[in-house]
């Protein structure tokens, strides 16, 4: 089946730094989803993105869809404590109907 | 966007015994799907949960282990039947307003089997 591949897998950054991460496919996609899941919460949406190009932003995190369709990334920049969790991407095929596929998660770790 | 309830939000089962999720939104969604999260992992999906009708299981799951229910567009159960060690995780219940339409979670359950 689909896989998507998320990097890093895990992250250790200072208070302040700028932070990236990005997901590739196997397959183009037509939706692109960013989400945080803090311990013992589900996952929050952050960013969702529809069309290739698309660059969009939410406060201090910027994400975009790739022109390939392949491919996102997720910029978080100032990083505050409050970053700290768990990043998914996720992606929806064209041909997977309603289905998603997520991809492993960066954890993101800010020493204040 | 919509909210999500879960209910329990944590649990500790004995083997061999049976939990039943419930799920309630706060509006009408078309689409509604159940994940697992195993410990440090990513999110699987278990099946679409389809209103009126039998859930659409991903391959690795079956009825029988993981029924679900979706009497209407707000509502949905999934039961971990004769529960094992292996089914220690997190269930996640989301929805979503169409195909191509956002996501969204509720705040899981915590599943620990002994």
């Known amino acids: 089946g689909q896989q998507l591949n998320q990097s890093p897998q895990s992250m250790f950054i200072q208070e302040g730094e700028d932070v990236s991460m990005n997901c590739t496919s196997s397959?183009?996609?037509?939706?692109w989803l960013w989400y945080k899941q803090d311990p013992g919460e589900g996952p929050v949406l952050l960013i969702a993105?529809?069309?290739?190009?698309e660059l969009t932003s939410n406060g201090r995190l910027t994400a975009q869809f790739g022109i390939t369709r392949k491919d996102s990334f997720l910029n978080i920049s100032a990083s505050i404590p409050s970053d700290v969790g768990i990043y998914f991407c996720?992606?929806?095929?064209?041909?997977?109907?309603?289905?998603?596929?997520f991809g492993e998660g960066t954890q993101l770790t800010v020493n204040p | 966007s919509a909210v999500i309830s879960q209910k329990p939000s944590r649990d500790i089962c004995q083997r061999g015994t049976s939990l039943t999720i419930q799920c309630q939104v706060d509006s009408q969604v078309t689409m509604m799907f159940w994940y697992r999260q195993q410990p440090g992992q990513s999110l699987t999906l278990i099946a679409t949960a389809n209103q009126g009708s039998e859930a659409t299981y991903e391959s690795g799951f079956v009825i029988d282990k993981f029924p679900i229910s979706r009497p209407n567009l707000t509502f949905s159960t999934l039961t971990v039947s004769n529960m094992s060690p292996e089914d220690s995780s997190i269930y996640l219940c989301?929805?979503?307003?169409?195909?191509?339409?956002?996501?969204?979670f509720g705040s899981g359950t915590q599943l620990s089997v002994l």
């Open positions: 989301s929805g979503r307003q169409g195909w191509n339409e956002k996501l969204f």
């Open positions: 397959s183009i996609f037509n939706t």
């Open positions: 993105l529809y069309k290739a190009g």
């Open positions: 996720a992606g929806q095929e064209e041909t997977s109907g309603s289905r998603l596929t």
